[in-house]
């Protein structure tokens, strides 16, 4: 009685393909996902309970715990207009060149009288070091001039008013004044714009109210 | 780790013959570790995401549309995570002491007050009010409040001069 011969078979599995396939899909994703934008300055962003995701292209207004504001604009083909369009109100005599280096800048943090200096600086001039623009009161308040800059450039072109509404946003921290966020208001105010955002960090709703109740009963008719 | 198969010719020349090397790499660690770094960047990636809030500052206008005395809830902040509220017309013994943890209650009773009253639950307003030394975040979790409790009039004014002074009376 014979016995069939079992050719032993080697369980080395080529891994290769393997390999191969989670290095792709490493890949894909870190170049699929995107940067988040440079942060000028940290802040600490109170939380609250809404679902709204962040608008991509954005217009931010930083607010510190001093009470330092900081505008940094995320539209890269708008940013120049701003700028120009603030030189020619305010008359601050910025060359063409000038306005351009500005734009470059991540950050505007300074007061209008300052912007020349700066443009014309040779070392790197980080947003920490800035004092921010001015907006501590309504009589010196060059956030108002900022914020002018912004609706002026705006003006011609497709975006409505609603949109741009959409777009401003601010981003304080927890600990700010209340004042300072009231001048920032102020600024937004006098330019016409009575609604903006703020940016927060997302939190459930308390377990009981009637958010929560709201939630449960649509949960895919998140509140506009 | 890395094989080298040595394949020995079986029968005449065995020895004679220069041996043919199969090189072999395990690249099971490596796919463990790109896989690892998969997870890594689809976990960091997803938690950092910010959301906003939309605000509403009122214009500057002479008030066209007033609230009924009983739908008004006013709540003043100061300084310390204080909250201050009184309802209707403001009365210095109206002023009451509250939390932040205590508020929610009190937005709640008070729609269910005017429920009860058999007037519509959606006529209730909330007037913020805010002193010098309150803090951002102060504001900011108050207006959250009106979306947990879902009130659908909120107003955002200025202290006068009689609440500040009963304001301060209450926080000695």
Redesign the interface.
């Known amino acids: 009685m014979g016995r069939a011969k079992i050719p032993r078979k080697s369980t ?1 599995i ?3 393909a ?2 191969d396939v ?2 792709l ?2 890949s894909f ?2 170049l699929a ?1 995107k940067q ?1 934008p440079p942060e000028a300055v940290t802040v600490a ?2 939380s ?8 991509e292209k954005s217009i931010l207004i930083t ?1 510190t715990k001093e009470g330092k504001t900081f505008l940094m604009m995320g539209d890269d083909i708008k940013k120049k207009d701003i700028i120009a369009a603030v030189n020619t109100a305010k008359s601050l005599g910025l060359s063409d060149a000038e306005v351009t280096k500005i734009s470059k800048m991540p950050v505007i943090g300074v007061s209008l009288g300052q912007l020349k200096p700066l443009a014309n600086r040779a070392d790197e001039f980080s947003a920490a070091q800035m004092p921010g623009i001015p907006a501590k009161d309504s009589t010196n308040n060059e956030l108002v001039d900022w914020i002018r800059g912004i609706t002026t450039a705006y003006a011609g072109s497709e975006l409505s008013l609603n949109d741009l509404q959409q777009m401003i ?2 981003k ?10 009231k001048n920032v ?1 102020y600024a ?2 006098k330019n016409g714009l ?9 939190e459930n ?2 377990v009981g ?3 929560y109740k ?1 939630n449960r009963e649509n949960p895919a008719g998140k ?1 506009e | 780790m890395a094989d080298i198969e040595i394949k020995t010719k079986k029968g005449k020349c065995a020895t004679k013959a220069p041996a043919k090397k199969v090189i ?1 790499v ?3 660690p ?2 463990d ?3 690892l ?2 997870t890594f ?2 976990f960091t ?1 997803t938690m ?13 206008a002479p008030p066209g549309n007033t609230v009924c005395n009983s739908c008004a809830l006013t709540v003043l ?1 100061d300084k310390d995570n204080a909250v201050y509220y009184y309802t209707g017309a403001f009365e210095r013994v109206n002023l009451q002491k509250s939390g932040f943890a205590a508020i ?1 209650e009190v937005i ?1 009773q008070r729609k269910q007050l005017l429920d009860s009253m058999g007037r519509d639950k959606s006529q209730f307003a909330l007037i913020i009010k ?12 108050i ?2 409040e009106v ?4 009130v659908k009039h909120y107003y955002i004014d200025e202290l006068t001069a009689e609440e500040k002074e009963a304001m301060e009376l209450l926080h000695n």
């Open positions: 080395n080529d891994m290769t393997m390999c989670a290095f899909l490493l994703f870190i996902t988040k962003a109170p609250s309970v809404s679902t709204k995701a962040a608008p607010l946003l601010l304080g921290d927890g600990d700010a004044l209340y004042p300072d966020f208001k937004l105010k009575y609604k903006f955002r703020i940016v927060t960090n997302s709703a308390p109210s009637e958010l709201l509140k | 072999r395990d690249l099971t490596m796919v570790l790109g896989f770094l998969i960047f689809v990636t950092a995401k910010a959301t906003v809030m939309d605000i509403v500052t009122p214009v500057d902040l929610r709640q805010s002193s010098d030394s309150a803090r951002f975040k102060n504001f900011v979790d207006t959250d979306t947990i409790n879902n």
